[in-house]
């Protein structure tokens, strides 16, 4: 009898997207490592082979959506556009991201708050994920203001906080509530676009 072969990718791949629901559904902190399993329809020991934990879930999860969309964003800015048609892309594929991953939102608001209860600090670990995007959204202002695209008067850092506000204000909207409207987003977004306009 031949023995059947599994794709290791595959299986970590869909273990940690059933994870993220599961999470998603009954909170970070409640979640058990037995019950990571049964939700994928794994043995526990099974479940060992790929991670030791369910933060290495978590982290494995976290992991692989910002190679993907640091991925996106790096190809948006070496991309032979304008500055502005860049920083357009940017935000626009940021505000999808969020949309589209609405569970893992959840689930990361979620593992914030619990790790804060422990008593965790956890601004330096949220900055680190969050300054590759300030940085682009940055140097794309700056860009655009050398090039004559933006306003010469545009302050770079406010415009950059502000973008990034939007998208805060997004994830705490897809999180806890229902009415989160991706077009609204890209709306206001496109509103502090055009008064980059020289």
């Not at 791949?13 to 490592?33: C, H, N, S, W």
């Not at 892309?89 to 893992?104: E, G, P, Q, Y």
């Not at 933006?150 to 406010?158: H, N, Q």
């Amino acid at each position: 009898m031949a023995k059947l072969s599994v794709d290791h990718g595959a299986r970590k791949q869909a273990i940690i997207a059933k994870a993220i629901r599961l999470f998603a559904q009954e909170g970070y902190k409640d979640v058990t490592f037995q019950s990571l399993a049964s939700r994928c329809g794994v043995a526990r020991t099974v479940l060992y082979r790929y991670f030791r934990d369910k933060r290495q879930i978590f982290a494995s999860a976290v992991s692989a959506l910002v190679g993907r969309v640091a991925a996106k964003h790096s190809e948006i800015v070496r991309s032979e556009s304008t500055a502005a048609m860049r920083l357009s892309r940017i935000c626009a594929a940021v505000t999808a991201t969020l949309f589209d991953n609405r569970d893992f939102m959840c689930v990361v608001i979620d593992f914030v708050l619990t790790q804060k209860r422990a008593g965790y600090d956890m601004t330096r670990r949220i900055m680190r994920f969050t300054l590759g995007l300030k940085r682009t959204l940055h140097t794309l202002i700056v860009w655009g203001v050398h090039r004559g695209e933006f306003d010469p008067d545009t302050d770079a850092d406010v415009v950059t906080e502000t973008l990034y506000a939007i998208f805060e204000s997004a994830v705490l909207r897809l999180t806890i509530s229902d009415d989160a409207v991706q077009t609204e987003v890209l709306d206001r977004i496109d509103y502090v676009l055009k008064g980059l306009r020289p």
